[in-house]
């Protein structure tokens, strides 16, 4: 149904703005959704930025958050390392002329936290 009230028309009511996850320059309860995308990962302070996110969304607001995380069980874990840290960098060498950048990627997807340590950061934060 929200795709059938979806007209071109909204977007002249959406603006895009550069800005630091930790300290976002809005108002409180601001928005009523506040979505990152592949993007808490890169943030140095996640748990400040997750405090700041809850801070502009408006009460009852969604908070929506798209990220890579930890594959379970062990057996699958070690074959999605063998495959990212082994074949993902080389990868984007061929494809985009940059391995640095997708060494980059596998390892900030390995040191993310699992999905049970940021649960319970997001409920430190207050969602």
Request: charged fraction near 25%; hydrophobic fraction near 40%; glycine fraction near 4%.
């Amino acid at each position: 149904r929200d795709a059938e009230r979806f007209s071109p028309e909204l977007l002249d009511h959406v603006s895009f703005v550069e800005a630091n996850a930790e300290t976002l320059p809005f108002e409180d309860n601001s928005f009523d959704v506040y979505t990152i995308a592949f993007g808490l990962r890169n943030v140095t302070k996640i748990d400040q930025a997750l405090k700041d996110a809850l801070r502009v969304l408006k009460p009852g607001g969604r908070f929506l958050c798209l990220e890579f995380s930890h594959v379970h069980p062990a057996p699958l874990r070690q074959l999605y390392d063998l495959y990212s840290f082994n074949l993902i960098p080389p990868i984007g060498q061929l494809v985009a002329g940059d391995r640095d950048s997708y060494q980059y990627l596998v390892e900030s997807i390995r040191l993310f936290p699992n999905q049970q340590k940021l649960c319970r950061r997001m409920q430190d934060a207050g969602f």
